[in-house]
């Protein structure tokens, strides 16, 4: 069955700090992958997908993923973390050749920063 | 400005009693769906519909039901047969011309038991 997971609930980094955020997932045909970043109480922002092509791809707030087929991941980074990157991030998986809405989410990571 | 906005922000329902969900959309999306959130537990699919009259359960369904009576709406009710209806509700929509547009949500509404 298809799965996402993410192994990390809780990460806290500081202020200008490196951040990577974990995400496994198990599907059998190439998966089309998605990261959703939460602010608390409200819905969720897309910051990045993959679909094909280049295997690290670029999204909003200088975030980049890279996919590993190898080892079935695709973590989420940022070079240098802001005191507005404090959320829930959300990794997905997407079924049915991209069908958008029937998406697996991980459980997800709550991001805590420092100052 | 275009967007999905989700009615009330705060619900309660009391024992034995229904309760309707709002969703609305002016993006002109063919494709709605709810969602459940609970803490630590990811999201959940509820119900989803590609097109008005028609919608399909998801992995959670049962205590709840939809309806598509409009291209713009998506209201979900949450049953009494919904034993654990507290959570947050997210819903959703995206195109389906392409396959890989985004999900735009709403911000939600909290649901909880009196």
């Known amino acids: 069955a298809q799965s996402v997971t993410q192994p990390d609930i809780h990460i806290t980094v500081s202020e200008g700090a490196s951040l990577e955020l974990r995400c496994n997932y198990s599907?059998?045909?190439?998966?089309?992958l998605f990261w959703y970043v939460q602010s608390p109480g409200q819905g969720l922002q897309l910051l990045l997908k993959y679909f094909s092509g280049d295997t690290l791809v670029q999204g909003i707030k200088g975030f980049e993923a890279e996919f590993k087929r190898s080892q079935s991941s695709f973590n989420l980074r940022k070079p240098s973390v802001h005191w507005s990157d404090a959320a829930e991030y959300f990794c997905?998986?997407?079924?049915?050749?991209?069908?958008?809405?029937?998406?697996?989410f991980g459980k997800g990571t709550k991001l805590s920063v420092k100052p | 400005d275009g967007g999905i906005t989700q009615s009330p922000k705060y619900l309660f329902r009391k024992e034995g009693q229904n309760v309707t969900l709002s969703c609305e959309q002016n993006l002109n999306h063919d494709a709605m769906y709810w969602y459940r959130q609970d803490p630590g537990q990811g999201l959940r699919l509820i119900y989803y519909s590609q097109i008005v009259n028609d919608f399909q359960k998801g992995d959670i369904a049962e205590g709840y039901s939809v309806s598509r009576e409009k291209k713009e709406s998506f209201p979900l009710t949450v049953t009494s047969a919904q034993k654990n209806p507290t959570a947050f509700y997210l819903c959703a929509s995206t195109t389906t011309r392409l396959a890989n547009e985004k999900l735009f949500f709403g911000s939600g509404t909290q649901l909880s038991v009196l």
């Open positions: 599907y059998g045909a190439t998966p089309y």
């Open positions: 997905a998986v997407a079924l049915g050749g991209g069908s958008q809405g029937n998406l697996i």
